[in-house]
Nanobody, 125 residues
Framework: QVQLVESGGGLVQAGGSLRLSCAASGRTFSSYTMGWFRQAPGKEREFIATITRSGGSPVYADSVKGRFTISRDNARNTVYLQMNSLKPEDTAVYYC??????????????????WGQGTQVTVSS
């Protein structure tokens, strides 16, 4: 089992940047695929990015491709989401997730077993 704690959210102007972190407890962090998702009020949870156990093969949603970068440091049990060129439509609660999803289901929230509590990101226009 793993516990996840996100940090780094906040209020930023459009065009700005934020770096989210997700710290994991336990010794098995490196055995999990990690993902970032977000949920805006009244909307379903949306896939943002995922990264394999070794830190390779990142996959991004089209809405953030070229602006967001996912990375992980297995020695620090942490996954990151660097967010650049932020837009007001990026406003949401951002969640990290851990699991062992089948390759084709990495973008599906239900494929992940463990979730953090979320961190709010607000982008003002």
């Amino acid at each position: 089992q793993v516990q996840l704690v996100e940090s780094g959210g906040g209020l930023v102007q459009a065009g700005g940047s934020l770096r989210l972190s997700c710290a994991a407890s336990g010794r098995t962090f490196s055995s999990y695929t990690m993902g970032w998702f977000r949920q805006a009020p009244g909307k379903e949870r949306e896939f943002i990015a995922t990264i394999t156990r070794s830190g390779g093969s990142p996959v991004y949603a089209d809405s953030v491709k070229g602006r967001f970068t996912i990375s992980r440091d297995n020695a620090r049990n942490t996954v990151y989401l660097q967010m650049n060129s932020l837009k007001p439509e990026d406003t949401a609660v951002y969640y990290c997730a851990a699991g062992s999803p089948p390759w084709a289901q990495r973008i599906i929230p239900a494929s992940y077993n463990y979730w953090g509590q979320g961190t709010q990101v607000t982008v003002s226009s």
